[in-house]
Nanobody, 121 residues
Framework: QAQLVESGGGLVQAGGSLRLSCVASGRIVSINIMGWYRQASGKQRELVATITSRGDTEYADSVKGRFTISRDNAKSTTYLQMNSLKPEDTAVYYC???????????????WGQGTQVTVSS
């Protein structure tokens, strides 16, 4: 079974930067789309950014120009570089993959456990 594990969250002052990482494991053959989502306290989970296996990216309007998503297919890893952080970026950030092809079959929509990002003003 495929697993996604995030890391890199923490506490940072407004204007600072953080880099999140998400590693997929479990006899991975390939992953279609990888993405980052976030959920602030009391709010619904929302899309932050996605990246296809070819490197095509999409971003939420609220993070365009500040966040950059990337991936290393050979390492089954995606990254989220977050610059110019704002207090409203405070949330639990989750990694997601829409389809994970493993040697044992297809895994649809696995999620990581989340990593907390807190931006102080």
């Amino acid at each position: 079974q495929a697993q996604l594990v995030e890391s890199g969250g923490g506490l940072v002052q407004a204007g600072g930067s953080l880099r999140l990482s998400c590693v997929a494991s479990g006899r991975i053959v390939s992953i279609n789309i990888m993405g980052w989502y976030r959920q602030a306290s009391g709010k619904q989970r929302e899309l932050v950014a996605t990246i296809t296996s070819r490197g095509d990216t999409e971003y939420a309007d609220s993070v365009k120009g500040r966040f950059t998503i990337s991936r290393d297919n050979a390492k089954s890893t995606t990254y989220l570089q977050m610059n110019s952080l704002k207090p409203e970026d405070t949330a639990v950030y989750y990694c997601n993959a829409d389809r994970v092809y493993t040697s044992r079959g297809l895994i649809v929509g696995p999620w990581g456990q989340g990593t907390q990002v807190t931006v102080s003003s």
